[in-house]
């Protein structure tokens, strides 16, 4: 399968994989290969979106998105502006619609939204002017996670296109695991998932990739095995019997490694819960690259601001 990348993207917004065609996604990963590079220079930054304003809108909490767009943004020399949802007026009661359209009377460029409802950044998407780029809508969808995630494979092994990819753990509340599915099998790769049948979705065979109860059997011959966090936070109450039997069962040790290849690649997309869902052993392993992933993350959401931008072509160097 041989992915043309395609001459910009379409659309004003990012708000899930499903709306970009696969030489889009070609384009926002070479993109980024080349933003990479501008954390390699002595001044990391360059005059891209000198003049721009982004507001990080974040009503759930977060660290690596968050801080990883605000430190794109200003090596893109963007204007931020870093909205708290504690000290403003949705703690009053003012809706996300009205915070939204206040703020797009002051003209932003771009808003960047992280909401614990899912759709959330799909209607703002159709109401604002503003580029619109969904950093994480409840368990739906997290589009930059999932580019990070190929861009990362793509460094290590230069192709998606028949890499083997395992993702194991809480199925059912993960953004993460929808937005790799759908990119990850679109660019050629074989997807599985595996969890607990308490966590896994009805019907999430019908996505496009393999369904497995038994972690061994999904991460058996695997390319890259990807682990989710238990989400305690969206369940509400636990969905299997303790702690402890989930690390039995589901967690990534090094003995269950070595059903994978010898040089498969280890993934989180964080917080990780150490003891849980992955060993430390394994987390901090050779086959890690779950720091690359947040390296990585820097440069694809530079290069998803660059290219909604319009921009094309290599950034000018200060």
Known sequence: MTVKAAPRL???????????????????????????????????????????????????ASTRTRFSFEVAEKRLSADSLNFSASASSVSKGETLLDTALNLEAMQPDFIVLRHQYAGAPHQLARILKSSVINAGDGAHEHPTQALLDALTIRLKRQ?????????????????????????????????????????????????????????????????????????LERQGRMNFPTVREYYDFYAL???????????CLVMHPGPMNRGVEIDSRVADGPQSVILEQVTNGVAVRMAVLYLLAGGHGEPAAD
């Open 159 to 231: 192709t998606l296109e028949g890499q083997v990819v395992a993702i194991v753990g809480d199925l059912q509340h993960s953004r993460v695991v929808r937005s790799n599915i759908l990119l990850l099998s679109r660019m050629g790769a074989k997807v599985r998932v595996a969890g607990p049948p308490s966590l896994i979705p009805v019907g999430m065979d019908a996505m496009g990739c393999e369904v497995y109860r038994r972690m061994e059997e999904a991460i058996a011959g695997a390319d890259v095995v990807m682990m989710l966090r238990i989400q």
């Open 253 to 263: 040790t090094p003995e269950r490694l070595k059903l994978a290849k010898k040089d």
């Open 10 to 60: 379409r659309g004003k917004d990012l708000v899930g994989i499903d709306p970009l065609s696969p030489g889009e996604i070609q384009l926002i990963l070479d993109t980024a290969e080349q933003m990479r590079d501008i954390a390699q220079r002595p001044i990391k930054k360059v005059p891209a979106l000198r003049g721009k304003t982004v507001v990080n809108l974040f009503m759930e």
